[in-house]
């Protein structure tokens, strides 16, 4: 993870609707959710191998947000079907992984590959031309309310603008 995207968690208040925009700080793209009800609280995309993108959570790992009921653990890392993108309506499996400061989301992988494939160019692409995106999460064993799926713990975040953020962001990727 690039040193300044570790920075930027410090310098974001909590999530609110006005800063639900798509900015570039120092060739990173990041998003901040326009509703959640998780702690996450930036959406952060730069060069990787090809691409990085991470999630940026109050207080360590993306986690339902807190709210009177008994702690949960992050039991999603290197599991098939626990994490999924939707943009538009389309599904993208996802898997997690942990670092100091992020969740770092990959394609979903084999098991050979402990579940960890990069993320590909038709994620990203959709990521630009879409109009909106929803990360799930599934972290506790309650089904979503909303449509009955295992993953309760989501932010919206709007691709309104993403397409300049990303090209810029990600003109170097190789």
């Given at each position: ?157 709007p691709l309104e603008g993403s397409a300049a953020a990303l090209d810029a962001a990600l003109a170097s990727c190789s």
């Amino acid at each position: 993870m690039k040193k300044p995207v570790a920075a930027l968690l410090a310098l974001v208040p909590a999530s609110s609707p006005a800063l639900a925009e798509w900015r570039l700080d120092n060739g990173v793209a990041i998003v901040s959710p326009a509703a959640t009800n998780s702690t996450m609280e930036l959406l952060v995309i730069h060069c990787g191998d090809p691409y990085h993108v991470e999630v940026l959570a109050r207080g360590g790992p993306v986690l339902p947000d807190p709210g009177g009921d008994a702690p949960v653990e992050a039991d999603y890392f290197y599991k098939p079907g626990k994490v999924e993108a939707r943009i538009d309506g389309r599904k993208f499996p996802l898997a997690a992984a942990g670092s100091d400061a992020a969740v770092v989301l990959f394609a979903e992988g084999s098991a050979a590959q402990s579940y960890l494939a990069p993320v590909g160019a038709p994620f990203i692409e959709a990521l630009k031309t879409g109009t909106s995106l929803t990360l799930a999460f599934d972290v506790t064993p309650e089904a979503n309310a909303a449509d009955g799926s295992p993953h309760e713990t989501v932010a919206d975040f709007p691709l309104e603008g993403s397409a300049a953020a990303l090209d810029a962001a990600l003109a170097s990727c190789s």
